[in-house]
C-alpha cells in the first residue's frame, strides 16, 4: 500500500504477481547465476517482492554463450529440480542480433519469451551494420521482436530519439531495465530510461538480474509519485504477457 504522506514510494511494490522475463538465473551457462545455489538465492530474493513466475533468457552470443534450446533446457531441468514447489518457470534467450543469429534461423528454432514475443539485444559499442535486414528477416519469420534495455544503447542517445522512433516504427518493442530507474548503469541512461517513458516508448520492464546485488540494489529503488504513475502501466502490460 502507497501513504499519502510518502514523498517516494518503492518500486518494488509494483511487482506483486510480475513474471519476470529477462533475467540471467539459469545456472552456469552465461554471466549470471554460476550454480543452482546460487539460482536459488536470487530466486528466494525475488520472492520478498512477490515474485515467483520466471522466463529465463540466458544470452545466446555466439563464440561468448553459444546457448542452444538443449543447453537451456538442460539448465532448466536442472534448477526444476530443486527449486520450491511454487516457483513457475520456462525458458527462452536473449539473442543478440548478429550473424550468427541469421545463421541459427535455418538450423534451430528460436525460444520465445510468450507467444511470438522474442528477446533480442545488440552489441553496446555498435548496433550490427545489417540492422535493418536482421529486424525485417526476424518478423518475417514470426518473430515479434521485444528489444532488451534500449536506453543502455549509447550510441542512439540523442534529444530527438529520431533513432529509437524509427526501431518503433519498424516494430520494435522496447523492454526497460528495471535498474536502469537508478543510477546502477550512470546517470546518462537513468536519464534516457525516464526520457523514453515520458515519451511513452517503452513497452515492457523486466529486471535483466544477473546477481544477487543486483536485487539488492533494485529493492531499494525509491521513485516519485509521478515515476510511478509513468510505470504502472508498463508493468501491467508487463503481466499482460503472460495472462
Same mark, same amino acid.
Given at each position: ?25 539459469? /545456472? ?5 547465476? /554460476?550454480?543452482?545455489?546460487? +539460482? ?17 533468457? /540466458? ?46 534461423? +535455418? ?42 534495455? /534500449? ?30 530507474? +537508478? ?23 523486466? +529486471? ?36
Amino acid at each position: 500500500m502507497f501513504s499519502f504522506f510518502s514523498k517516494k514510494y518503492f518500486f518494488v511494490d509494483l511487482l506483486e504477481g510480475f513474471t519476470d522475463f529477462h533475467n540471467h538465473i539459469l /545456472p552456469g551457462i552465461d554471466d549470471g547465476a /554460476p550454480d543452482v545455489e546460487t +539460482s536459488l538465492q536470487l530466486i528466494q530474493k525475488f520472492g520478498e517482492f512477490g515474485v515467483t513466475n520466471f522466463v529465463h533468457s /540466458p544470452h545466446v552470443m555466439n563464440d561468448y554463450y553459444p546457448n542452444t534450446p538443449k543447453t537451456i533446457n538442460a539448465a532448466l531441468a536442472e534448477l526444476q529440480a530443486v527449486q520450491p514447489a511454487h516457483i513457475k518457470n520456462s525458458a527462452a534467450a536473449e539473442y543478440m542480433m548478429d550473424q550468427s543469429l541469421m545463421d541459427k534461423l +535455418s538450423e534451430e528454432k528460436l525460444l520465445k519469451i510468450s507467444g511470438n514475443f522474442s528477446l533480442v539485444e545488440m552489441s553496446f559499442l555498435q548496433p550490427p551494420i545489417n540492422l535493418k535486414e536482421i529486424i525485417f528477416t526476424l518478423q518475417n519469420k514470426g518473430h515479434v521482436l521485444i528489444l532488451a534495455h /534500449p536506453e543502455r544503447y549509447g550510441f542512439f542517445h540523442e534529444p530527438s530519439l529520431r533513432k529509437y522512433t524509427d526501431l518503433k516504427n519498424r516494430g520494435c518493442y522496447f523492454q526497460l531495465n528495471m535498474l536502469s530507474l +537508478s543510477e546502477h548503469y550512470g546517470r546518462g541512461i537513468q536519464k534516457m530510461a525516464f526520457k523514453l517513458l515520458e515519451n511513452q516508448m517503452i513497452d515492457y520492464i523486466s +529486471s535483466d538480474t544477473h546477481r544477487l546485488e543486483h536485487l539488492e540494489k533494485l529493492q531499494n529503488i525509491k521513485l516519485k509519485s509521478k515515476e510511478m504513475e509513468m510505470l504502472k502501466p508498463v508493468v501491467e502490460k508487463s503481466k499482460g504477457l503472460f495472462a
